[in-house]
């Protein structure tokens, strides 16, 4: 139903229209206090909880930063199916992001290419969104992606991350750093390690009790990748998520001149399945078991899930394959997984 539904209406709709339409249906859950009876629907099977960061996770599977940059779906998600929601990426400063059109579907390819440029509502005000949840005995588990803002020179970044982190460590369930995305001249550049030792150093000292993660680019070389691993051991850091969007281009499906007119940006979705597995299997190698580590980038089915938990991923993640699946996506994965679980082991 929803496939026909995509072919012949979403497909047809501008990519941010169609997002900001499937979002208004998503906050009209809670909004019509429907959020128990589709949980009832969507519920994982309590076999796939899963305890890291000091937290319960009723499943692995989680959607990725990028869905709701502001706070506002997170309960509508939760009913959804998802066993957490990360929220953002969130700056310290609100801000609009770049220029339209910015999203693009390359359909072919179960793919998004997007350069929306961390456009929100700034932290302050996610934070206010997520410490509301607090008042509810059963709630998701809620992550906060925060990046740079864009009107801060790369040479303060680490006091503009510092001040996401204050505003947002007290009410979210954990904190990931993202120093990964294409979208923010400079960003992917506080990878390396000069530039990302002082950043982890001020976001724990803000974070205080709250596990603290960081998100990494899959275009990193394993050389890159190895010395991001030691970093985030020494300062004591409680994960790492990989991976963020791609810049490569390769291997699509889509004419070139659909490519083309796209334009730049971070390339999500089943193209880039097999680089996140690779960089998985490279973070889980250089990290201890006890070590959180999600994986993101190309999860589409249950089977792709249960690869990456394989693989050695603690939680999994997804966020484009979403738009492509439609709302039973979540239940889809799970019951998936769960059925796995009980056949393989």
């Known amino acids: 139903m929803y496939e026909l539904f995509f072919r012949t209406v979403l497909r047809r709709l501008d990519p941010e229209r169609a997002h900001h339409l499937a979002v208004a249906v998503i906050r009209a859950i809670p909004a019509l206090g429907l959020t ?24 692995p599977f989680g959607m990725a930063a990028g869905f709701d ?11 959804l199916g998802f066993g957490h929601i990360e929220i953002g990426t969130v700056t310290a400063i609100a801000q609009e992001g770049n220029p339209k059109p910015r999203l693009f579907r390359l359909v072919d390819d179960r793919a998004v290419i997007n350069r929306m440029g961390f456009n929100n509502g700034g932290a302050a005000a996610a934070a ?4 509301h949840l607090r008042r509810f005995a059963r709630r998701p588990i809620v992550g906060a992606n925060i990046g740079k803002s864009r009107v801060v020179p790369v040479e303060d970044a680490v006091a503009d991350y510092r001040e996401s982190a204050r ?4 009410a979210a369930d954990y904190l990931a750093i993202n120093v990964s995305s294409p979208n923010t001249p400079g960003l992917r550049g506080l990878q390396d390690e000069a530039m990302l030792r002082p950043l982890i150093v001020a976001v724990l000292e803000e974070a205080g009790s709250c596990p603290v993660l960081v998100k990494i680019a899959p275009d990193l070389d394993d050389e890159a990748i190895d010395a991001v691993c030691a970093l985030a051991l ?12 791609t810049i490569s281009r390769e291997g699509l499906l889509a004419a070139p001149a659909e490519v083309e007119a ?34 993101v980038g190309g999860i589409d089915t249950a089977d792709d899930a249960a690869e990456r938990l394989a693989a050695g991923a603690t939680l999994v993640q997804g966020y484009t394959a979403f738009l492509y699946r439609g709302p039973l996506w979540a ?14 082991g």
Do not use: M, Y
Not at 37 to 56: C, K, M, S, Y
Not at 263 to 292: D, Q, T, W, Y
Not at 333 to 342: E, F, H, K, P, Y
């Open 234 to 245: 020494k300062h004591g850091l409680d994960g790492i998520i990989a991976t963020n969007t």
């Open 262 to 295: 796209a334009g730049a940006g971070g390339l999500s979705g089943a193209p880039l399945k097999a680089r996140s597995l690779e960089v998985l299997r490279r973070v889980r190698a250089a990290v201890p078991e006890e070590f959180c580590v999600i994986s």
């Open 167 to 170: 505003l947002l460590a007290g």
């Open 36 to 59: 128990g009876l589709v949980r009832a629907f969507t519920r994982p099977d309590p076999a796939l909880a899963v305890e890291t960061l000091g937290l319960r996770f009723e499943s």
């Open 331 to 344: 239940r889809q994965v799970t019951r998936g997984l769960a059925r796995i679980r009980r056949t393989r």
């Open 69 to 79: 940059k502001d706070a506002r779906s997170i309960q509508g998600l939760w009913a």
């Open 128 to 131: 206010r969104r997520v410490a």
